[in-house]
């Protein structure tokens, strides 16, 4: 990789030896890829470690060097949600010893260091930072260092920023050096797309279907998605971004899909439209029954299939507040007709810890709450992912937490009728 004097001399140590040594990571990471040289970050960053496992020791060291040696990152970032919210979100007594005295023994001590090098603020954990009301939101064109696969899909795709997949500590790094090499969506070459999905279903696909089957297709290329206009028309309103949002996170968790484009909707496409798909293209034609297909294709990972739902998480990634707010009414509405006072799952709804605190002071909150049903600002996947939390029959309507944890994947209205009391 060329590097600029600046970038040698830190190389070399003009700003300690802790400096070089994140330098070359950063440099070598390039190089990995073939990347000519390193290009600067125009939007703060957003870290996808956001737990205190006790096993990353080797971050937590790093985090300390890094601290001793007085460094913080350019801008302050956000970072993905925390594991635990005991308030919110109740464990059994032996649960909580496994998460506070082994799984997230550190989470207090890596808060701490978070702090130190420069997080936003004490509500900065979400994996959905680019929500208005969060306020780490790029813009189009701007450069970014995340990792988060739902963040990085979604700043790329819906906004037009241009992110490469990072690893967790590269995003670290590259926020304290202020630069990524430059490769793959940095750069225009890298965003076309590598297959057409042709949409021809009947109505509007489910969002974390759709993205599941696409990622399962394309694993890591770039789809660009036909007909799905006709369906979210060609403005990204709250309504359209929200279901991009999970749409998106699906197709990076059941593929690893980075970036996608939508014709006439997501701004490259309605730019450049089809010149932004390459000359040898593959096609992948997207029907209801396709789409049946890959639902009726997902393990049920529960060791009795007919165990009834002990817990349902909704809002993987986190909901937007206008997703929160249809949730909550169907539920209140659903309950009514169902003649029931509460929901028969225990029922966790996550947002962001600003949407959260607003929509508790709402109306709709205070007849949600009377329903059982609690509002969070954790991941559910890292509450769900021990063995007495995972060994539990939990529902979700999120493709990412069915698919990396043991628990159950629904439709939308079948989760709210699951959890309502619903016969049909
Ligand atoms: Fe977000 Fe955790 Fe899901 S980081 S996307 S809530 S797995």
Known sequence: MKLTQEEKDILNGSQGETMAKIMKTVVDFGDVFGAKKLVPITHASHFVTSFGIGLLKPLFRTMDEIISAGIKTKEPFTVDPRPIDYKNVKCGLLNKLIFSKIMYKEQKRYEEQLKKIGLKDEKGFTCTSYFEEVGNLPKYGDILGWAESSAVVYANSVIGARCNRNSGMLDLFSAIIGKVPEF?????????????????????????????????????????????????????????????????????????????????????????????????????????????????????????????????????????????????????????????????????????????????????????????????????????????????????????????????????????????????
């Open 184 to 424: 793959g969506l940095l750069t225009d070459e890298g965003r076309k797309a590598d297959w057409i999905i042709d949409i021809q279903t009947s109505k509007l696909p489910e969002a974390q279907i759709l993205g599941s089957a696409i990622g399962l297709k394309v694993m890591e290329d770039v789809p660009y998605i036909k007909g799905l206009d006709k369906f979210l028309g060609t403005e990204l309103n709250d309504d359209v971004k929200s279901y991009l949002k999970d749409f998106g996170a699906a197709s990076a968790s059941n593929g690893s899909v980075a970036l996608y484009h939508v014709g006439g909707l997501t701004p490259e496409a309605k730019e450049q439209g089809k010149k932004l798909i390459k000359k040898d293209a593959k096609v992948y034609t997207i029907t209801d029954k396709e789409l049946d297909r890959v639902y009726k294709s997902y393990p049920i990972l529960w060791k009795n299939l007919n165990a009834k739902p002990k817990l349902c998480f909704i809002g993987c990634p986190h909901l937007s507040m206008s997703q929160l707010k249809v949730w909550a009414t169907n539920i209140i509405n659903n309950l009514k007709i169902n003649n029931r006072k509460k929901v028969t799952v225990r029922t966790i709804l996550t947002t962001s810890p600003q949407i959260a605190d607003e929509f508790r002071n709402t109306e709709l909150y205070k007849k949600l709450q009377k329903t059982g049903v609690k509002v969070s600002s954790i991941c559910p996947l890292m509450y769900t992912n021990n063995p007495i939390a995972g060994s539990k029959p939990i529902i979700t309507s999120s493709n990412k937490l069915r698919t990396y944890s043991s628990s159950r994947f629904y439709k939308n209205d079948d989760i709210l009728r699951i959890i309502t009391g619903g016969n049909k």
